[in-house]
C-alpha cells in the first residue's frame, strides 16, 4: 500500500479539522457564487452584520478558509437559505443556539439530538426577526421542516458523544465509498478506508490517458474505486 500510506489520518495536524478554500467548498456543495460564503463567514460590518458561521481558523491574511463542521454549517444554511429563510433569521438562530448549547457549530450537530431544541430556537427566531417563511416551517409546515433536516443529516455521520459531525458521504447511494473525514486527506473527499483523495486519482486518471486499470495499479485499489472517484470528480461543477 505504499502510494496510499502518506494519505492517512492526521490528527496531529494543526488542520485535522479540515481545510477547504472558498472556492473548494463553494464546488464541494454546488453553491454557484463563493461570494455567498464568503459572507456568512466573515459579515458584513459596514452594514452591521455580523458572520453566521463562527469558524474554526481565524483567516490568514483575508483568505477565509473553513473547516469540516465550517462546511457542514455552509450546508445548512444554504439549504435553508433555498427555502426562503432569511439570513437575518438564520444570524439570530445560530448565535442563540451557540448561546444556549454553549456549541460553537449549532447547525453540524446531529438532527436527531437536537431536533426538538432547534425547531423551538428557529420558532422564537421567527417571531422576533418576523421572518414568515422560517415560522411557517416550523409551525404550520412541521412535517416539512423534519423532512429539510431529515435530508440534511443523509449520508452524514455524527459523534455520538458530541453531536458534531464526523463524517459526510455527499452522494452515498451513487458513490457509497466516497466521503469527507476532518482526519483524512484533510477533509478533501477521499475513497474509503484507503484514504486516498478523489482528485489525485483523478489526475493520475488522466495523465495515464484515461488507463482504468493503470491508475488502478498505482494506488493499489480496485478498479471499480478508480471509476468511483473519476466519475464523482467529472460530476462536480468546474
Known amino acids: 500500500m505504499g502510494a496510499v500510506q502518506h494519505l492517512g489520518l492526521a490528527k496531529n495536524d494543526p488542520v485535522a479539522g479540515g481545510f477547504y478554500t472558498v472556492r473548494e467548498a ?8 463563493p461570494a455567498k460564503i464568503t459572507g456568512w463567514l466573515q459579515g458584513h460590518k459596514g452594514r452591521g452584520r455580523g458572520p453566521i458561521i463562527q469558524r474554526q481558523y481565524e483567516p490568514i491574511e483575508g483568505a477565509q478558509e473553513l473547516g469540516f463542521l465550517d462546511l457542514i454549517e455552509v450546508r445548512f444554511v444554504e439549504h435553508f437559505r433555498k427555502q426562503g429563510v432569511s439570513l437575518q433569521a438564520l444570524r439570530k438562530a445560530a448565535e442563540t443556539a451557540r448561546e444556549e448549547w454553549q456549541q460553537r457549530h449549532p447547525f453540524a450537530t446531529s438532527s436527531t439530538k437536537y431536533l426538538t431544541d432547534r425547531i423551538e430556537i428557529f420558532s422564537k427566531t421567527a417571531r422576533d426577526v418576523h421572518d414568515n417563511v422560517l415560522f411557517n416551517l416550523v409551525t404550520k409546515q412541521y412535517e416539512m421542516y423534519v423532512v429539510l433536516e431529515t435530508v440534511l443529516a443523509k449520508g452524514v455521520e ?15 447511494a451513487e458513490f457509497p465509498d466516497i466521503a469527507l473525514s476532518p482526519l483524512v486527506a484533510y477533509g478533501q ?50
Do not use: C, H
Open 26 to 33: 463553494a464546488r464541494l456543495l454546488t453553491i454557484a457564487q
Open 158 to 172: 455524527f459523534d455520538p458523544a458530541s453531536g458534531l459531525a464526523r463524517e459526510w458521504r455527499p452522494k452515498q
Open 189 to 238: 473527499p477521499a475513497i474509503m478506508p484507503f484514504g486516498v483523495p478523489t482528485v489525485a486519482i483523478y489526475s493520475t486518471w488522466k495523465a495515464e490517458n484515461g488507463n482504468y486499470a493503470a491508475t488502478s495499479d498505482w494506488y493499489e485499489i480496485d478498479e471499480k474505486l478508480v471509476r468511483e472517484a473519476v466519475e464523482f470528480e467529472l460530476g462536480l461543477p468546474d
